[in-house]
């Protein structure tokens, strides 16, 4: 069974410009959610998918966006980058209460 | 608020020297705790989950344990491929039971198991 996909794994973006990173979640699970990781902060939650809908969402602000389609694969927006929002951005899906599944991450360098 | 913490923040350790990795929680009425191991340049791979104080969960030389309050990743006779960032992330009875409702991740402890 392939696991989560992740594209693309680097980016370089600079300040103002905006981003979309995709994930294709394992075969089967539902639910998507993205997480920002930094080495100061750890891994922080960014927004949950479930069956196109957003469920959950943490605390970051309005440029950052998401969406899944009716496939479960799903997108996360960024926009107006800031320096700041460089971060390798994971990715993990699961279904029916399973541990969460990850992807191997976009990082995403913006100068 | 729901608290995890890790520690040490990094460990190093030589081949064959056993150690534990602690996970602290503050979390009324805990749900489940995982633990997940972190390549460099890759995703966390899911390594066990707990539910109950008592409760173990062993994979090869790696023994999760679990308390009311903390948990312990045990490496018994590490490897040098045992070397990588293990986090532990706990689950609140705030989570609908579903993905990352009601998940908390804590930092990490990064080892380094030298040959």
């Known amino acids: 069974k392939a696991g989560v996909t992740q594209t693309p794994r680097y980016l370089i973006k600079t300040r103002g410009q905006q981003v979309t990173l995709s994930c294709s979640p394992i075969?089967?699970?539902?639910?998507v959610s993205w997480y920002q990781q930094t080495p100061g902060q750890g891994l922080q939650f960014l927004f949950e998918y479930f069956s196109e809908t957003q469920r959950n969402k943490g605390n970051f602000p309005g440029r950052f966006s998401g969406r899944q389609f009716s496939n479960s694969r799903s997108e996360m927006n960024v926009s107006t980058l800031e320096l700041g929002d460089s971060a390798l951005y994971l990715c993990?899906?699961?279904?029916?209460?399973?541990?969460?599944?990850f992807g191997n991450g976009t990082r995403l360098t913006v100068t | 608020e729901d608290q995890v913490t890790q520690s040490p923040e990094a460990l190093r350790l030589q081949e064959g020297e056993s150690s534990s990795l602690n996970c602290s929680y503050t979390v009324s009425g805990l749900r489940g705790l995982f633990w997940y191991r972190q390549d460099p340049g890759k995703g966390p791979e899911f390594l066990f989950t707990l539910y109950s104080a008592g409760e173990e969960k062993e994979k090869e030389r790696l023994k999760a344990t679990l308390t009311k309050k903390e948990s312990f990743l045990h490496i018994t006779a590490p490897k040098p491929e045992d070397s990588a960032t293990y986090l532990c992330?706990?689950?609140?009875?705030?989570?609908?039971?579903?993905?990352?409702?009601?998940?908390?991740f804590g930092k990490g402890t990064h080892l380094i198991i030298q040959p």
């Open positions: 993990a899906s699961s279904w029916g209460g399973s541990p969460l599944h």
């Open positions: 075969s089967g699970h539902r639910s």
């Open positions: 992330a706990v689950l609140s009875p705030q989570g609908s039971g579903g993905g990352a409702d009601g998940l908390t």
